[in-house]
């Protein structure tokens, strides 16, 4: 059974960096698609940066501060925050696509602000 656990979210002020780590446990067959996706309060849940193969992708708001990247021999995928902004403030979510299943983290917080 495959698991996804994030962690590395909290509290930072504006302009604060933060490190989100994604640890997946279980063998997954097929992985072809790793990313973060993000859910403020009162929005629909937003693709944040996604890597397949050696292409990395990012939404706009966040393209030039943010930076996704994987250990594979970890199993972990990481997000690099740099620059936060309070529109930055949501939870954030891990995903990982493969051929026998997509799975999803439990979330975790990051809150931006003074």
């Known amino acids: 059974q495959v698991q996804l656990m994030e962690s590395g979210g909290g509290l930072v002020q504006p302009g604060g960096s933060l490190r989100l780590s994604c640890a997946a446990s279980?063998?997954?067959?097929?992985?072809?698609?790793m990313g973060w996706y993000r859910q403020a309060p009162g929005k629909e849940r937003e693709l944040v940066a996604g890597i397949s193969g050696a292409d990395t992708n990012y939404a706009g708001a966040v393209k030039g501060r943010f930076t996704i990247s994987r250990d594979s021999a970890k199993n972990t995928l990481y997000l690099q925050m740099n620059s936060l902004k309070p529109e930055d403030t949501a939870v954030y979510y891990c995903?990982?696509?493969?051929?026998?299943?997509?799975?999803w983290g439990q979330g975790t917080q990051v809150t931006v602000s003074s």
């Open positions: 995903t990982m696509r493969s051929l026998t299943g997509n799975y």
């Open positions: 279980g063998t997954i067959v097929g992985l072809n698609f």
